[in-house]
């Protein structure tokens, strides 16, 4: 999801910010009820990466407008609670979701986890389409293909194989052997 925040961003730019935030919104939670449906760990795979990828449309837009929304002198009182508010919410959304998988409504497990993401996501987007203001954007802004795929994809599979961290390792854990 990182490298796409990137992309995100500058399709926000050429699209606009509300459109590109209310598209990351209802894919991301399009995707939260696919998770919630997948019959397979494929299929559980597939609907998380997707997530990813509507995350990465949906997160640059948020600063977006906040930056146009929020008058510049209350600016640093926003960021500031916005810091513990992201702590707090990394620190309990796995709580909140071990609570929910233990109490297991409705005996669905973990996928209840993920339904609790719909709901939200519904919440949110109907809540969005009525309060987001329209920002339009710049038609003249280029995206292209290349930097995108640059951005995206790491610069050579290299990166990815044993030998690239130790050239004398033929497996990934000879690799460990040598690191003592």
């Excluded at 925040?5 to 050429?14: A, E, F, H, S, T």
């Excluded at 954007?137 to 194989?161: E, K, N, V, Y």
């Amino acid at each position: 999801m990182g490298s796409l925040v990137i992309v995100g961003g500058r399709l926000g730019d050429r699209f606009g910010c509300r459109r590109l935030f209310l598209i990351g919104l209802a894919g991301f939670t399009l995707c939260s009820l696919a998770d919630a449906l997948a019959g397979s760990p494929f299929e559980l795979v597939a609907s998380r990466t997707g997530q990813g990828v509507f995350g990465g449309l949906l997160i640059p837009q948020g600063f977006v407008l906040l930056m146009r929304v929020i008058p510049r002198e209350s600016m640093g009182r926003v960021f500031g609670l916005f810091g513990p508010l992201i702590a707090v919410s990394s620190l309990s959304g796995p709580v909140v979701a071990g609570l929910l998988i233990e109490a297991d409504p409705f005996g669905l497990s973990w996928r209840s986890v993920f339904l609790l993401n719909v709901l939200s996501g519904v919440l949110m987007l109907a809540a969005g389409l009525r309060v987001i203001p329209p920002f339009g954007g710049d038609g003249s802004i280029r995206i292209r293909p290349a930097s995108c795929r640059r951005s995206t994809w790491p610069p050579s599979r290299r990166a990815f194989r044993p030998a690239a961290f130790c050239p004398a390792c033929s497996s990934p854990w000879a690799s460990l052997r040598h690191a003592r």
